[in-house]
DNA sequence: TACAATAATGATAATTATTATCATTATCAA
DNA sequence: TTGATAATGATAATAATTATCATTATTGTA
């Protein structure tokens, strides 16, 4: 958390009542991916009259600053976690019937998808998205 | 073609104007990701005063049935694409400049990451999500 | 310390993608 | 042909997120 603190003063990011009461919840729920809901209430119970849209500005700006970990899930949700350190990789696996979300962590594809197996889940189907510049943008600069 | 005809009579799905029109945009554009509002304009040229609702509607059947794949994209917004072939895995590179959405094949992360370098590419970063059931979950079945 | 400039906040309106509703129309099977 | 069923289009509803804006808090400076 200090390297945190240390992070947001280099960026001049005010460390608000409301903003230090987010921070704790994310702390506080380490490994865990949260909904900006989720978040929303659970900041509340800190800082009762918390706005919402104050929950989504700093929400986006921690993740901007590569704080938080933000990632879409169900399709039409964005969830928040804390960023372990640098080259956490996000091999997530979502449980199609209780909806859990565990991290996984790994090199190969099928390896993992086996060492999966091995571990009792049941993989149906994966996703990998890659974020880049494509050949003719990557010339341009 | 005549595989997803057979496999709409199977399912019994009935071929309507509308719906023809929907899976003509999609073979038109084979190997592109569309966006439900693109396939509703594409699909208006071909079936004047199709409305909106039909379009999704088709398109999530389509989906089910495996005629189409569906991907989120862009964090908030689903592209469809037809499906080619049963195991045709789904690795994409998005582009950050042009928002280009290309195809990549093979098995393994890094050398995926580095094949993509090879073709002129910038990968900065990826996301790979598993679904499935978790440990817990797949027991109980 | 006072004060002006700037930043942050909360309430809420707006937006965007998608889904649900429902009256109307088309299709199928007897 | 007709009656049951399915499909459609218009549009309302929903859900997550973003934008707006008046109010409040904070900061740096005189």
Redesign the pocket.
């Known amino acids: 958390m200090d390297a945190i603190n240390a992070k947001l003063h280099e960026n ?3 460390l ?4 230090k009461a987010i921070l704790n919840v994310m702390l506080e729920n380490q490994g865990r991916h949260l ?3 989720e978040v929303f209430w659970e900041a509340r119970k800190i ?1 009762p ?12 700006k921690l993740a901007s600053l590569e704080v938080l970990y933000k990632s ?1 899930f ?6 928040y976690e804390l960023a372990e350190d640098e080259n956490h990789h996000h091999h997530h696996v979502l449980c199609l019937a209780c909806g859990q979300i565990s991290e996984v962590s790994g090199d190969l594809l099928h390896e993992l998808e086996s060492k999966l197996d091995e571990k009792g889940y049941k993989i149906i189907d994966h996703e990998l998205k890659f974020y880049g510049y494509c050949p003719a943008c990557n010339k341009e600069k």
Chains 1, 2 share one sequence.
Request: charged share 25%.
């Open positions: 001049s990011y005010r608000t009542g409301q903003r909904s900006a809901e800082f009259n918390i706005g919402i849209a104050t929950v989504y500005r700093t929400l986006e879409m169900e399709g039409n949700k964005y969830r």
